[in-house]
């Protein structure tokens, strides 16, 4: 089955750096691949996603860049606040799938003054 | 905003003991997703569902059932609970326009059982 794989488990930046989270899977057929956020005690919410019909999506500070080929994935924060500390999930599910998604493990950003 | 609710938000149980987990969706979202959450394994799915009276076993359901007894409720059911299953559980909830789409999570359950 899918296996997707998030390289950086913590990741400091400065205030006002980019943050780059890089996430890799195995499964071909994964088409759709969204990025969610988990703030301190918090569940999680969705920040932004991407499809494989487009390589580059971008939401305000959130960059999303998708590579079919090297199958990675990968969620740049642009100007990064305070307030971005938190953990972040990538996952990627087939369209015809149900929905079911795989998860990666997880990186925890901080950002510090 | 997605309204995805579940009880308890904590709970100790014994081991061998029955656990029942709760979640409620009023978004009509047919989709719905029980997950847990282990460090250094993100969020693994357990059971999932298609809509009322469907289950189907996501990718680590041994030692777990589930029921949807309705379009809003979907429940998590630990028969015989283990100490190994002391996790946090994150219900969800999605439309499926077979396309991926986003899920709303709820604020999750802590389960420890002793």
């Known amino acids: 089955g899918e296996k997707v794989e998030q390289h950086e488990s913590t990741l400091s930046v400065r205030e006002g750096d980019s943050a780059v989270i890089n996430c890799t899977y195995t499964?071909?057929?994964?088409?759709?691949f969204p990025w969610y956020k988990q703030e301190a005690g918090k569940s999680l919410h969705f920040v932004i996603d991407i499809r494989s019909n487009v390589d580059r999506k971008q939401s305000q500070r959130l960059i999303v860049l998708l590579d079919k080929k090297a199958k990675r994935f990968s969620l740049h924060i642009t100007a990064t606040q305070p307030e971005d500390s938190a953990i972040y999930f990538c996952?990627?599910?087939?369209?015809?799938?149900?929905?079911?998604?795989?998860f990666g493990q997880g990186t925890i950003l901080k950002v510090y003054l | 905003e997605a309204a995805v609710t579940q009880s308890p938000r904590n709970k100790v149980a014994v081991t061998g003991g029955k656990v029942t987990l709760s979640c409620n969706q009023t978004?009509?979202?047919?989709?719905m997703y029980w997950y847990r959450q282990d460090t250094g394994h993100g969020l693994r799915l357990i059971h999932y569902s298609y809509g009322a009276g469907s289950t189907e076993k996501g990718d680590i359901p041994d030692g777990y059932k589930a029921s949807r007894p309705s379009q809003e409720n979907f429940s998590l059911i630990l028969e015989l609970a283990t100490p190994s299953q002391t996790s946090v559980y994150f219900c969800?909830?999605?439309?499926?326009?077979?396309?991926?789409?986003?899920?709303?999570f709820g604020p999750g359950t802590r389960l420890l059982v002793l």
């Open positions: 978004n009509n979202h047919n989709n």
């Open positions: 499964d071909t057929a994964s088409s759709y």
């Open positions: 969800a909830s999605g439309v499926d326009r077979g396309r991926g789409d986003t899920q709303y």
């Open positions: 996952a990627a599910s087939r369209a015809s799938s149900g929905q079911k998604l795989v």
